[in-house]
């Protein structure tokens, strides 16, 4: 989507839709100047451009028991996804990880849909104090037969769930970030490393085997505009951007 | 012998710091001397070698007589992007390759007449004629690019309902987020563009085929489907490094400048690396562009590299010339083996091998060979690859009973219709990379198809 004339072309996950109402549930974390625009917004005012939905949808069939692993932000793509896999026919268990307690969202709605669901906070503000991946470490102890993890988040974390499952020969499947511009193919900004070949994540993914990514890759990859973002962000919201 | 009138340019020391136009157009004067060293002659070859076959002796005659409105009228009934192919037809290779002038000295400047008479008509505003009546057909255009514009143009004028969707926010297809705004402003497209709104043409950007709607569901909703998605996706030189940061396809470089408006960062919000030492790989006007684009970033050294020599190069001439007197410099016969990175996985410089060339391959020019041991490389910050591109695969991948050859471009009849009924397609997406004037031939003559077509059933 772009919010204006100016502005940059930014992807969200869908996290919700009603077809009955014609509407979409997009959840996002003010952390740029894109995003702080954007909840600036008040309701009735417009979005300038949007387009979707883009990428291939997640591939859902029985499995049998699912860990659906989301850290930040990147909670918002889990519940469409642990939904689904539930009406397939999946025990679905979800992970939900936030810095802090605040910044935990949608733990209402995975309680609904998950079988089970565990939270952790880094700072310890709520549930488990610690990682994602200690609760997955401990579950696949406890579990032998887990037989598909998703995850959505940092790439850090999405990263060391990868790290934790390899050992395990659990299928795992990340839905990665990278810097988009126009999420068609045309650009390859969004170019990630996997199995050593290039794809581009709009039109190849965003879902690929996490055991195969080049996350370190990705990371290095995010950061081409850090200078830039934070000259974006101090010059703040002018007046002519609202 | 006459010599050409020359069209007056912005100074190379000024313009490499705007991205203002560079050539600035004929006064009424100019064009009237320019238009009368034409011989008229009684078989013209200028319009043998135009794709669209203007009628170039004519409308030639008129500016002569200082008749603009008809030379413009008689440009427009071939040629519905007179003010665009004006600027970026390679008209060296078709219509000026011909003049019975050119034989012996400089041909009539055919291509900067079609353009001061185009930019005549637009600076008095456009005369629309009346609306057509309504053929109750509909007929939806993918993409919009000078073949989905052409298409529509000509489907309207008919009578028919057309409807272009548009992937990116903005129509114009490489005319908006590949040619930078110092070779072509956005301006005039968007003229262009409003001209065949006014046509009654409806555009609906931020929709992609294949994703958000797919090509059946358009069948069943239109009478007949014209596809000119062009050739979007960037081709990668498959060489150890590319994935470095600072690595951009030539796509990614000029769309962050020409669609997102990123060489006017932080005022717009897109950014773009300004690159100090630039490498730029490719002989096209992809890679002039790209390079002349990184210069006016701040650059203070562009580098062009090119497997072959400047015979070979496709680029049209003009562009080479204004590179050139820009400050670009040229490493012929340079082939990229290997791009290197520093610590924090950023470009730092790009290896290379020196060629020769050998006998003409299937294209005719000379094929380049590698001259053993001859290694170097090159300090850089940023490389730009400018290889060529493919059409983007999203409808063939999504689409059922669409044949496409090996390259990925779809097959077409002669008369533009695909291996499915109803489906038409033309311009990039058919021939591959190609050329704006090749498209909007392509999208003429699909455009006649798709009438016959759609009257019959
Ligand atoms: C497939 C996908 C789905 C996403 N879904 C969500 C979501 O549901 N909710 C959410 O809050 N965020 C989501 N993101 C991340 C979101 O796009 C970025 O947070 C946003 O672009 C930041 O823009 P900004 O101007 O506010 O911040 P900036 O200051 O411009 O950037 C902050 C950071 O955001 C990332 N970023 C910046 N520009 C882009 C871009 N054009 N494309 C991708 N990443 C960028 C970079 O890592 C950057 O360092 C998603 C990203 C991708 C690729
Ligand atoms: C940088 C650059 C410089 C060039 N310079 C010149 C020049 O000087 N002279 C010259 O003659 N030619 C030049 N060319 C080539 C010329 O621009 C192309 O040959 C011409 O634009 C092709 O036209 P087209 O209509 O086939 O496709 P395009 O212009 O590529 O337009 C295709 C459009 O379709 C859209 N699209 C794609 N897929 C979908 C989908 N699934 N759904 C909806 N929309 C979709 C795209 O977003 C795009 O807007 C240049 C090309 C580039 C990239
Ligand atoms: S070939 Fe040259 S001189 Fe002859 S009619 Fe055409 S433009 Fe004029
Ligand atoms: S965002 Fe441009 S190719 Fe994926």
Same mark, same amino acid.
């Given at each position: ?242 | ?123 008095? #505003?456009?005369? /629309? =004629? ?11 255009? %993918? *993409? &919009? @690019? ?63 085929? #294949?994703?958000? /709607? =797919? ?11 014209? %596809? *000119? &998605? @062009? ?227």
């Amino acid at each position: 989507m772009r919010i204006d004339e100016k502005g940059e072309r930014i992807p969200l996950t869908i996290a919700d839709f009603d077809a009955q109402k014609g509407t979409i549930t997009l959840i996002f974390q003010e952390i740029g100047k894109t995003t702080k625009l954007l909840g600036l917004l008040k309701e009735g005012d417009r979005i300038l451009d949007f387009m979707g939905p883009l990428g291939n949808p997640t591939k859902i069939e029985k499995y049998g028991r699912v860990v659906c692993i989301g850290g930040g932000v990147g909670v918002a793509s889990i519940p469409l996804k642990a939904k689904a896999l539930g009406e397939a026919g999946n025990e679905v268990i979800s992970i939900i990880g936030a810095r802090t307690k605040e910044l935990l969202i949608l733990e209402e709605e995975l309680q609904k849909i998950s079988d089970e669901l565990y939270i952790t906070t880094d700072d310890g503000s709520k549930g488990h104090h610690g990682f994602v991946t200690d609760i997955l470490k401990k579950l696949i102890d406890e579990r032998k037969n887990i037989d598909l993890v998703v995850t959505v988040g940092p790439v850090i974390m999405m990263k060391a769930v990868a790290n934790v499952t390899r050992p395990h020969n659990i299928r795992t499947i990340a839905s990665l970030n990278p810097i988009m511009v126009d999420g068609t193919g045309m650009c390859g900004s969004c170019r990630v490393r996997v199995d050593g070949r290039t794809q581009f994540t709009c039109v190849d993914g965003p879902e690929f085997d996490a055991h195969r990514v080049d996350f370190d890759h990705l990371m290095t990859r995010l950061q081409r505009y850090l200078t830039e973002e934070k000259l974006s962000l101090e010059r703040g919201v002018g007046k002519d951007d609202v | 012998m006459t010599f050409r009138i020359p069209m007056p340019e912005q100074d190379p020391e000024k313009r490499i710091q705007n991205f203002g136009e560079v050539a600035l157009g004929y006064s009424a004067d100019q064009a009237v001397s320019e238009a009368k060293r034409c011989l008229q002659c009684s078989e013209p070859g200028c319009i043998k070698g135009c794709p669209v076959g203007v009628d170039i002796p004519d409308f030639i005659e008129c500016i002569k007589e200082g008749n603009f409105d008809e030379a413009i009228r008689i440009v427009r009934q071939k040629n519905h992007l007179p003010a665009i192919c004006g600027r970026v037809c390679p008209h060296e290779n078709q219509c000026e390759k011909f003049c019975l002038l050119g034989k012996k000295g400089e041909s009539v400047s055919i291509g900067k007449l079609e353009r001061f008479v185009a930019d005549y008509e637009r600076q008095k #505003g456009f005369k /629309i =004629s009346s609306k057509p009546t309504s053929t109750g057909k509909k007929v939806a255009v %993918v *993409g &919009s @690019g000078p073949a989905g514009i052409t298409v529509s143009a000509d489907l309207a004028k008919l009578g028919h309902g057309v409807t272009l969707f548009e992937a990116l926010h903005a129509p114009g297809g490489v005319l908006i987020y590949g040619i930078p705004e110092f070779r072509l402003p956005k301006e005039i497209v968007r003229a262009e563009i409003d001209c065949i709104k006014k046509f009654g043409v409806s555009i609906k950007t931020g929709v992609v085929i #294949g994703k958000t /709607i =797919s090509l059946d569901e358009l069948l069943e909703e239109f009478d007949a489907v014209f %596809v *000119g &998605s @062009g050739a979007g996706l960037p081709r990668w030189m498959d060489i150890p490094g590319e994935d470095l940061c600072g690595v951009y396809s030539a796509n990614e470089f000029l769309t962050r400048i020409n669609l997102m408006g990123a060489y006017l960062f932080p005022e717009y919000d897109t950014p773009i690396r300004e690159g100090k030492k630039v490498a730029v790989v490719g002989g096209g006007n992809v890679a002039m562009d790209s390079a002349r684009a990184a210069l006016r970033l701040g650059a203070n050294e562009v580098c062009i590299l090119y497997r072959r020599t400047e015979k070979e190069m496709t680029a049209r001439q003009e562009e080479i010339e204004h590179a050139r007197e820009e400050g670009i410099k040229f490493k012929f016969l340079t082939l990229p083996t290997k791009i290197l990175g520093d610590e924090k996985g950023w470009v730092k410089k790009i290896e290379c091998v020196l060629m020769e060339l050998g006998e003409p391959d299937k294209s005719g020019r000379r094929k380049p060979l590698i001259i053993k041991n001859s290694e170097f490389t090159i300090d850089v910050d940023t490389v730009i690859v400018a290889i060529g591109q493919s059409p983007n695969p999203l409808i063939s991948r999504t689409t059922e009973g669409l044949q496409v050859t090996e390259r990925g471009t779809l097959v077409v009849d002669g008369n533009g219709m695909t291996s499915k009924e109803g489906v038409f397609a033309g311009g990039d997406i058919v021939s591959g990379a190609a050329t704006v004037i090749e498209s909007m031939g392509a999208g003429k003559l699909a455009a006649r198809a798709i009438h016959e077509h759609i009257s019959q059933k």
